[in-house]
């Protein structure tokens, strides 16, 4: 069964970049037709999608973040993870990492169980 | 930014059927990509409810179905009890090239 674990600093400063990896368990990253995802929460609101890596690295973005966000894999540890750039107070939110099935336009399952990242100096 | 409106909360007496609904635009449901339900209780991640065309993964009771129709979609919860009430995302794809969620809504069981 896999299960997926967020790792990273739960407070960040103003400006700087958002470092944050998951770590996956109980199956391989390189295994084919998965898109490990990112998605976050901020606080008392719904989900947005932040973005996803292809096993073969391929990425996709959400537009509004784009220029900000990075995703990478390493397969060698099994983990990815999520860079966020020139953060400000409304990058405040839960972040999930998750695993995307069914393709591009799937589904996520299962879901990490959350790391909520503070912007504040 | 939810793509996908939610309407904020619903609400049925133990035993009875709710629906929420999950209204999109041409550049997602309306454009054809699938739906995807979760729900979430307080202070744990979503878990997936439904997904692709009405299908439930292991465990997840007969009671919950969706269904989808032009650029909305509905969950329904028959029978509804105690354990379900939680918030409920839809999720789905947009052709802007990214994915999308509903605004949510908390189902309250009376």
């Known amino acids: 069964q896999v299960q997926l674990q967020e790792s990273g600093p739960g407070l960040v400063k103003p400006s700087q970049t958002l470092s944050l990896t998951c770590t996956v368990s109980?199956?391989?990253?390189?295994?084919?037709?998965?898109?490990w995802s990112w998605i976050r929460q901020h606080p008392g609101k719904g989900l947005e999608w932040i973005g996803y890596?292809?096993?073969?690295?391929?990425?996709y973005y959400n537009p509004s973040l784009k220029s900000r966000v990075t995703i990478s894999v390493d397969t060698s540890k099994n983990q990815f993870s999520l860079k966020l750039s020139s953060v400000t107070a409304a990058d405040t939110a839960v972040y999930y990492c998750?695993?995307?099935?069914?393709?591009?336009?799937?589904?996520?399952?299962?879901w990490g169980q959350g790391t909520l990242v503070t912007v504040s100096s | 930014q939810s793509v996908l409106t939610q309407p904020p909360s619903v609400s049925g007496a133990p035993g009875q059927r709710v629906t929420i609904s999950c209204t999109g635009s041409?550049?997602?449901?309306?454009?054809?990509?699938?739906v995807h339900w979760y729900h979430q209780l307080p202070g744990t991640a979503p878990k997936l409810l439904m997904y692709?065309?009405?299908n439930r993964p292991s465990g997840v009771p007969d009671r919950f179905s969706g269904s989808k129709s032009g650029t909305s979609a509905s969950l329904a919860i028959t029978g509804l009890q105690a354990e379900d009430e939680a918030d409920y995302y839809c999720q789905s794809y947009d052709s802007s090239l990214s994915g999308v969620f509903g605004t949510g809504t908390k189902v309250t069981v009376l």
């Open positions: 109980g199956g391989s990253i390189s295994s084919g037709g998965y898109y």
């Open positions: 998750a695993r995307g099935l069914g393709g591009a336009t799937g589904w996520f399952d299962p």
């Open positions: 041409s550049s997602n449901i309306g454009a054809g990509y699938d």
């Open positions: 890596i292809y096993y073969s690295g391929s990425t």
């Open positions: 692709g065309k009405n």
